[in-house]
């Protein structure tokens, strides 16, 4: 009830304030900012500026804020627009090898991973990584920052570790490579009627990689169905770049390490591994594992796996590949990695994000950056059967893994509009949903009105990842930090909370990465500009030399 009126109160605030001309409506003018320069004291026009951001279906919270910041970068002298686009096509504009783009809104999921802060800060954020293919599409770069990137890595004491993690943030608060937009609140829903002990992770919700292992049906119908409502682009593990597709490629394929729930590294494909100095590391494989096609599961396979990636430098796992100096077989069932130097999240990361692939097929490929994977083959937990694009994939499960897997298989389920996964949970065609409900629907569902959802479960975990408008700081208006400054002080960070989340989830803030929900690596100071204050950004842009012309246009400082 409390949520409902805040919302209530938000919205009608919202119109008054629209009526009364709050900055929320019209076109920027003259009158309106700084008065007019001469122009042979004015620099370039600032650029116009295009947000590729989510079509209204798959994410309405990126697609109405991105219209919003367009509006008031419009009432600045900023020509803009935002353009929706579909999440395949972003991925691709963010990571292809002729990536061009101004700005986008896009997230970070909370994968259980990625409650080691290495993810966040050194794989989006180092200047390593700002290139075609690397995980910082911001371009962001910053020689202080990548030294402490760097040195948290290498520190050993978790303490020292955590000082170094909370100067890094603190330096991305000050230089604002991307605005954090909110983070998102895991709820989800199950058909308790049909299956229990469900686990929900924060990051993850329902759908990880642990809830098809120790789900259990309670009716003779035993396959899961899953929904999603965004397609999956590539089953190639070296190709694949969303959280969408490594939510079944990492049931398909084997890891030697997996986190458990309670975030403790659990030997997996491995049976143990030894740390035998802070650089080595020997990992002992579990015998008797297969893969689907009936083969063996090697130590060959475990080196060969590792070296696929570093040598074709598959740049989603760069960041956790990178510090291996060399794999090598040891013994009959032991591989040692031998680091480059101390790399303090190696197990957690590194040996938990690898999948193992099957040497005796993928040493036969010549491009296995490009391969399809049509049918992959894996020694994972679940068999792959099919996949037909925007539609479902299709898996059984693998009855000669050493776990014992209550359920015959799971469908993962593609819907083209969340309107769709509603109706399907209504009707009982789906059992669990592996994205947040939007605040909508979760009403309808609590409300339950003429009892058509007693059979679901609502869950509701903190998201440790988050939502953000990305900047590409290698091209003006973002290659200047005042500028990036300003536009943190343009969104109105209340609205995407309070408004279009209803209050589920969490306020975001400029260069925030680490959010509360990851309670001993987020430093609550560490974000400088997280206030909607229209007049502010003004006042910054003409401080740090922008200027406005007679049209009320504005300009780049004069060079």
């Not at 020997?282 to 796996?305: A, C, I, Q, Y």
């Not at 480059?340 to 999948?355: D, M, R, S």
């Amino acid at each position: 009830m409390k949520k409902r009126l805040l919302w209530l109160f938000m919205a009608v605030s919202l119109v008054i304030l629209s009526a009364c001309g709050n900055g929320k409506s019209g076109e920027n003018s003259s009158k309106d900012g700084p008065p007019a320069t001469d122009p042979s004291e004015q620099g370039e026009l600032v650029p116009s500026v295009t947000i590729l951001t989510s079509l209204p279906e798959d994410n309405m919270v990126n697609y109405e804020m991105s219209n919003e910041i367009v509006e008031e970068l419009k009432k600045i002298g900023v020509d803009a627009k935002a353009e929706p686009t579909d999440f395949a096509v972003l991925i691709d504009n963010l990571y292809g090898e002729d990536a061009d783009y101004d700005a986008y809104t896009i997230g970070w999921s909370g994968r259980i991973e990625r409650l080691d802060p290495d993810m966040f800060i050194h794989s989006i954020n180092h200047s390593e990584n700002a290139k075609p293919g690397g995980n910082n599409t911001d371009r962001y770069r910053s020689e202080e920052f990548d030294e402490l990137a760097d040195a948290q890595r290498r520190e050993m004491d978790v303490e020292k570790r955590r000082e170094l993690v909370f100067k890094a943030q603190e330096v991305l608060g000050e230089d604002v490579p991307r605005v954090t937009l909110y983070s998102r609140a895991n709820v989800q829903a199950y058909n308790k009627d049909r299956f229990k002990d469900v686990v929900n992770i924060p990051g993850e919700g329902l759908f990880n990689e642990w809830t098809p292992m120790e789900i259990e049906p309670l009716t003779e119908d035993k396959v899961l169905k899953v929904a999603s409502n965004v397609n999956l682009d590539s089953l190639n593990p070296m190709k694949a770049k969303s959280v969408y597709e490594w939510r079944n490629l990492r049931l398909i394929y084997d890891k030697l390490v997996r986190l458990t729930p309670d975030i403790t590294p659990e030997a997996w494909a491995a049976s143990s591994w030894d740390v035998v100095d802070d650089t080595t590391i020997d990992v002992h494989l579990r015998e008797g594992m297969k893969f689907h096609d009936g083969e063996p599961v090697t130590v060959e396979d475990v080196k060969f796996s590792y070296d696929a990636f570093i040598e074709n430098e598959v740049e989603y796992f760069m960041s956790f590949t990178e510090v291996i100096d060399n794999v090598e077989i040891t013994g009959e069932n032991t591989v040692r990695f031998t680091l480059k130097e101390p790399y303090a999240p190696f197990v957690t990361n590194t040996l938990t994000q690898i999948p193992i692939l099957p040497k005796h097929i993928w040493e036969n490929i010549e491009d296995p950056l490009n391969f399809e994977n049509s049918e992959p083959i894996g020694s994972g937990p679940f068999v792959f059967k099919n996949f037909r694009p925007g539609e479902e994939l299709v898996t059984e499960t693998n009855r000669e893994y050493f776990q014992d897997i209550k359920i015959d298989g799971y469908i993962f389920k593609i819907f083209g509009s969340p309107e769709g996964v509603l109706t399907a949970l209504e009707l009982g065609d789906i059992d669990l949903v592996s994205y947040d409900l939007i605040p909508a629907h979760i009403e309808q569902i609590e409300n339950n009105e003429g009892g058509k959802y007693d059979h679901l479960e609502l869950t509701n975990v903190n998201d440790i990842g988050f939502f953000y408008l990305g900047m590409n700081n290698e091209k003006a208006p973002f290659n200047n930090k005042d500028f990036r400054i300003a536009l943190a002080h343009l969104v109105d960070y209340d609205l995407a909370l309070d408004v279009y989340l209803k209050g589920y989830g969490g306020r975001g803030g400029a260069g925030l990465v680490i959010n509360s929900a990851n309670e001993f690596w987020h430093n609550p100071d560490a974000v400088k500009y997280d206030s909607y204050d229209p007049d502010r950004a003004k006042e910054i842009l003409e401080e740090a030399g922008f200027t406005w012309d007679d049209e009320g246009k504005l300009h780049m400082p004069k060079e």
